[in-house]
């Protein structure tokens, strides 16, 4: 099994920055790719980015494309989202979540952090 959390949410000003972390624990040989996902208030969750453990292939929604960064320490299991240039669009319940696929489809991932909220004021 794999046990994540997540930390770094919070509120923010339009334009501003917050770095959002992932640690992983547990089974971690077997985190193949850790993504981010969000899910606001009356929509559907949202892939937002992943990253593979092996090479550090990086993959991202295009909502966030240019704004957010995923990024990786294998030697601490912890994963990081940098989202910069935040708008109020951004705010939303954050998630990380473990596959063994390297996938954007949330039902392929097999486990799941609690969520860390973040607001994004105009």
């Known amino acids: 099994q794999v046990q994540l959390v997540e930390s770094g949410g919070g509120l923010v000003q339009a334009g501003g920055s917050l770095r959002l972390s992932c640690a992983a624990s547990g089974d971690t040989l077997s985190c193949s790719v850790i993504g981010w996902f969000r899910h606001a208030p009356g929509k559907q969750r949202e892939f937002v980015a992943r990253i593979r453990s092996n090479d550090g292939a990086t993959y991202y929604a295009d909502s966030v494309k240019g704004r957010f960064t995923i990024s990786r320490n294998n030697a601490n299991n912890t994963v990081y989202l940098q989202m910069d240039s935040l708008k109020p669009e951004d705010t939303a319940v954050y998630y990380c979540?473990?596959?063994?696929?390297?996938?954007?489809?949330?039902?392929?991932?097999?486990?799941w952090g609690q969520g860390t909220q973040v607001t994004v004021s105009s």
């Open positions: 979540g473990q596959s063994g696929y390297t996938t954007i489809i949330g039902a392929l991932y097999d486990y």
